[in-house]
Nanobody
Framework: QVNLVESGGGLAQAGASLTLSCVVS????????LGWFRQAPGREREFVAA????????FYGNSVRGRFTISRDKPQNSVVLQMDSLKTEDTGVYSC?????????????????WGQGTQVTVSS
């Protein structure tokens, strides 16, 4: 069992930055792909970013590429999502997820474990 706990959400103005963190309970978290997804009210869950195990390759959704950065923080056993140049359409509940052997990093159903999510609200 892998537990994921997100933090860092909140309210921000458009153009500002927020940093989300997800602590992973599994000490060998480098074996897992870690991803961030978001869901806005009335909309489907959307892939945001992911980082592969071992080699730490990164992947981004089209709407956030160039503005968001995903990374692993090994000492903290966490995955960090740095969100810059925020837009109102970035508003939603952000959840981190872990997958042992995903066939695709952008598909939510490939992930085995999920956190509870943290709310991000971007105002204009």
């Amino acid at each position: 069992q892998v537990n994921l706990v997100e933090s860092g959400g909140g309210l921000a103005q458009a153009g500002a930055s927020l940093t989300l963190s997800c602590v992973v309970s599994e000490r060998s978290d480098s074996s897992y792909a870690l991803g961030w997804f978001r869901q806005a009210p009335g909309r489907e869950r959307e892939f945001v970013a992911a980082i592969s195990p071992i080699s730490n390759l990164t992947f981004y959704g089209n709407s956030v590429r160039g503005r968001f950065t995903i990374s692993r923080d090994k000492p903290q056993n966490s995955v960090v999502l740095q969100m810059d140049s925020l837009k109102t359409e970035d508003t939603g509940v952000y959840s981190c997820a872990a997958a042992l052997r995903p066939r695709s990093y952008s598909l939510g159903y490939e992930y085995d474990y999920w956190g509870q999510g943290t709310q991000v609200t971007v105002s204009s």
